[in-house]
């Protein structure tokens, strides 16, 4: 990946991905045990989502895509739900084949498969994928991404998350 200004971008074969926002942070009490924690069902992402959506000027609504870190699986149902997603009472009806699958779902998700079937480089191919999903050249593309968002790092800390958008968002 290379990163450039924006009237930079422009100079280059592919259509520019921009970064529409990126935060870093972690959740309340992040320095004590997380058996100390007041809230100890978290993936981390409470104090960030709100800075990464205002960022952006975009909210999970307009996502089209989305990547996330699978270090292990209960972390990406709390990402899911942190970065407003769902409700965690609506997880049974929204956390489904169809809502998740490319390219169709409501909320396609992992779809160069992830860290358990592209690599495991501490999530650098979820950063590729969405670029290449607003590129339209993936090989598992949903039709119409113009917003692709990164979770990366659930359950630990500090955690980032970011949104790519397209020529369209900007």
């Known amino acids: 990946m290379i990163v450039v200004p924006a009237e930079r971008a422009k100079d280059f074969d592919h259509p520019p991905v921009y970064v529409l926002s990126a935060v870093t942070g972690s959740h309340y009490r992040a320095g004590a045990s997380v058996h100390n924690t007041p809230d100890y069902a978290t993936s981390n992402f409470k104090t960030c989502v709100p800075r990464l959506y205002d960022m952006a000027g975009c909210g999970p609504d307009d996502v089209d895509v989305l990547q996330c870190y699978e ?11 942190e970065h407003g997603f769902c409700e965690p009472e609506e997880c049974n009806e929204f956390l489904t084949t169809e809502n998740l699958l490319a390219p169709d779902g409501r909320l396609p998700t992992n779809t160069s498969g992830g860290n358990l079937a592209e690599c495991y480089m501490h999530g650098l191919e979820l950063n590729i994928e969405a670029v290449r999903q607003i590129r339209r050249a993936s090989p598992n593309q949903v039709e119409d991404v113009d917003v692709s968002m990164v979770v990366s790092g659930p359950m630990v800390t500090p955690v980032s998350s970011s949104i790519f958008g397209s020529e369209a968002t900007v």
């Open 71 to 81: 270090n292990f699986t209960g972390g990406v149902l709390m990402s899911i739900v």
